[in-house]
């Protein structure tokens, strides 16, 4: 099975940066997904990585090494609507459509 | 707004009920998923059909049956379920090897 973990809780002031670290240990790894959830909406997809580095998208960065079993999620410039839980998911290559999500982490941001 | 439309937005119903959960997409994604998330917890995949055939069942209670009648529609009918079986039941749908995408689901009270 896959085992990853992400952070809880993350509080950050609006305006501000907030980096979501998250590391997994998996066999076979073919992709790792953030998606932002807000309380009682469905999950909205942000980013993907397959291969190391960054994937910029607007005010979202992932960045993704495969070597350390490690990415993370960027939040620049930081917004009052971006309170949300932010869920990382890895696909492996022995099912291209299952995708195992860590347990999320809920980010508050304050005014 | 999402592109992958799920009815009813709540569902309530007793142990002894038969229903159905819909969803429908018209992306012309040929996979679609059920998933099943309880309350501060990430979604957990119940069924995959690629294809219109049923790809991954995650041991899951023949209370639920997925039924997948063309590549643009997935059923899940529920049968004799369990107070526990109350959570947000999410439909999602991909292309091979793209990000998932997900409905706003359905929000289910077994009484």
């Known amino acids: 099975g896959q085992n990853i973990d992400q952070p809880t809780e993350m509080t950050a002031t609006e305006g501000a940066i907030v980096q979501i670290n998250c590391t997994y240990q998996?066999?076979?790894?073919?992709?790792l997904f953030w998606y932002q959830q807000h309380a009682g909406e469905a999950p909205t997809f942000l980013s993907y990585n397959v291969l190391d580095g960054l994937e910029e998208k607007g005010r979202f960065s992932s960045f993704l090494s495969r070597s350390k079993g490690y990415s993370y999620l960027l939040l620049k410039e930081l917004q009052m609507k971006d309170s949300a839980s932010y869920l990382c998911a890895v696909r492996t290559r022995s099912n291209d459509y299952k995708l195992s999500f860590g347990a999320g982490t809920t980010v508050t941001v304050r005014a | 707004d999402t592109e992958v439309t799920q009815t009813p937005k709540h569902l309530v119903m007793g142990m002894t009920n038969k229903k159905s959960l819909k969803c429908e997409q018209h992306m012309g994604h040929r996979a679609m998923y059920w998933y099943k998330q309880k309350a501060k917890k990430p979604p957990e995949l119940m069924f995959v059909y690629s294809y219109e055939k049923l790809s991954i069942n995650e041991s899951v209670p023949s209370r639920f049956s997925p039924e997948c009648p063309n590549s643009s529609l997935l059923n899940l009918h529920l049968h004799a379920l369990q107070p526990e079986d109350s959570a947000l039941y999410l439909c999602a749908s991909s292309h091979l090897n793209q990000p998932q995408h997900f409905g706003d689901g359905t929000r289910l009270s077994i009484l």
């Open positions: 998996t066999s076979g790894f073919n992709g």
